[in-house]
């Protein structure tokens, strides 16, 4: 890549599909560097690269760091900030699921879902934060979940990690408010992702449903406007949050639900 240390710079985890990317997009439309994180094919992961560099003309790069493994993650940190000269957006999306009762779920999966979905964050923050507080600039926005203010049943690892994620943003907020830095979380409802399709059979099974009845009777009935969220709308959110029209949103949890948890 070129040297473009005046470029601002987002980088965010767990971008190779869903959600992450459709932000990892947005960001790159609007003219920023991009580093890239997740799991995933090679040749996938680079022809996402090749299509986002030769589409917004901007610097992506792509980093392979195990969001359970913190010296990977603080590799990572490093490179992107040696990379871009910068790092002014992070974006903490990285995240999995498991779905069972807690008297079955697996202990390893308890622990694999709080270093992904919580863990990471803390580790990314704390080595994100000094460059922007340096700089006097800086958007942390973490992806949480309606998962973060309400519970599901069979879910004690994510609701767990969901609302120990709007408890981190909320701390932080308030500890770099005057270093005009922000720290806020968005928390989607359903949106259709791989994410959400691979819980389907786990969740038909441990109701006793068909699948279909998942998706009808289980996911969309917690949401009024009875759609799913889109990966765009949640980017478009994002992209908000980082613009300097945004700058006194600060500590907010914000949620982008069809109404599920204003019941
Ligand atoms: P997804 O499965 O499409 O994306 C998850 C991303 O995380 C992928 O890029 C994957 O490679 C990455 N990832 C998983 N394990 C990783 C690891 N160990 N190290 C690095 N990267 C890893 O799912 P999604 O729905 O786009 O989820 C993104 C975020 O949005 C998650 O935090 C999820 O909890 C949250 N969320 C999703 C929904 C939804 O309905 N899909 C709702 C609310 C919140």
Known sequence: MSSQ????????????SGIGLAIA??????????????????????????????????DVIYHPANMMKPDEIADMMALAQNLFGRLDVLVNNAG??????????????????IAINLSSAFHTIRLAIPGMADRKWGRI?????????????????????KHGIVGLTKTIALEHARDGVTCNAICPGYV???????????QAKSRGISEEDVIQNVLLAAQPTKQFVTVDQVASFALYLASDAAAQINGAILTIDGGWTAQ
């Open 5 to 16: 240390t005046s470029t601002k710079a987002a980088l965010i985890t767990g971008s190779t």
């Open 25 to 58: 997009e947005a960001f790159a439309a609007n003219g920023y560097g991009v580093v890239l994180n997740g799991l995933g094919d090679t040749d996938d992961i680079k022809a996402i690269c090749t299509r986002l560099t030769t589409t917004y003309k901007v």
């Open 96 to 113: 999995v699921q498991f779905v069972a009762p807690v008297e079955e779920f697996p202990p390893e999966k308890w622990d694999q879902i």
């Open 141 to 161: 926005i973490n992806i949480a979940s309606a998962h973060g203010l309400v519970a599901s049943p069979f879910k004690s690892a994510y609701v767990a990690a």
């Open 192 to 202: 259709l992702t791989g994410l959400v399709q691979a819980q389907i059979p786990d």
